[in-house]
T-cell receptor
Framework: RKEVEQDPGPFNVPEGATVAFNCTYSNSASQSFFWYRQDCRKEPKLLMSVYSSGNEDGRFTAQLNRASQYISLLIRDSKLSDSATYLCVVTEGYQKVTFGTGTKLQVIP | GAVVSQHPSWVICKSGTSVKIECRSLDFQATTMFWYRQFPKQSLMLMATSNEGSKATYEQGVEKDKFLINHASLTLSTLTVTSAHPEDSSFYIC???????????FGEGSWLTVV
């Protein structure tokens, strides 16, 4: 079993749609959780941190469920510019960073 | 602005030659930097942890004599791919961790093509 598992994707959604990504992790000692966005041939960029209390930033909402070891990302009113690969990242301090394989999102006009 | 700067962004080299990639922490001192490799359509894979003033720690399966890492200052780590082969062609990315929230910042990445 992979340490961090994500929806396989790809997700092809029309503009304006709401799309949700899921991620599960196996290391119960994990401390910090993030969603990163990676555009084709670019480095990953931090999208948002994920907290148990939930975290909302505009059209993006992230949620963490420690009991179930589950992380989610919700994107509302999808834009063409949201097309990218979304990486679930779980860390145990700086020394242990684990990436999911990523979920590709393609927003269609 | 960028927190971590990586250079070069693109490099093409002949098989058998060596290539050096630099990673600079711009806004803060970094005693530890990380080097990743990403093949097409795959996730980032940690290659090694670069430690300022000491030897790097390599992940299993990564040849330390092939991927030389030097972290001579608190703001600069270098990765040298020695005797490069076409199978070394990949996207190499460095990262630095910062803050109490353990946020990871990445360099822009370096595309290496070995011909």
């Amino acid at each position: 079993r992979k340490e961090v598992e994500q929806d396989p994707g790809p997700f092809n959604v029309p503009e304006g749609a709401t799309v949700a990504f899921n991620c599960t992790y196996s290391n119960s000692a994990s401390q910090s959780f993030f969603w990163y966005r990676q555009d084709c041939r670019k480095e990953p960029k931090l999208l948002m941190s994920v907290y148990s209390s939930g975290n909302e930033d505009g059209r993006f909402t992230a949620q963490l469920n420690r009991a179930s070891q589950y992380i989610s990302l919700l994107i509302r009113d999808s834009k063409l510019s949201d097309s990218a690969t979304y990486l679930c990242v779980v860390t145990e301090g700086y020394q242990k960073v684990t990436f999911g394989t990523g979920t590709k999102l393609q927003v269609i006009p | 602005g960028a927190v971590v700067s990586q250079h070069p962004s693109w490099v093409i080299c002949k098989s058998g030659t060596s290539v050096k990639i630099e990673c600079r922490s711009l806004d803060f001192q970094a005693t530890t930097m990380f080097w990743y490799r990403q093949f097409p359509k795959q996730s980032l894979m940690l290659m090694a942890t670069s430690n300022e003033g000491s030897k790097a720690t390599y992940e299993q399966g990564v040849e330390k004599d092939k991927f030389l890492i030097n972290h001579a200052s608190l703001t600069l780590s270098t990765l040298t791919v020695t005797s490069a082969h076409p199978e070394d062609s990949s996207f190499y990315i460095c990262s630095v961790g910062q803050g109490s929230g353990n946020t990871i910042y990445f360099g822009e990445g370096s595309w290496l093509t070995v011909v």
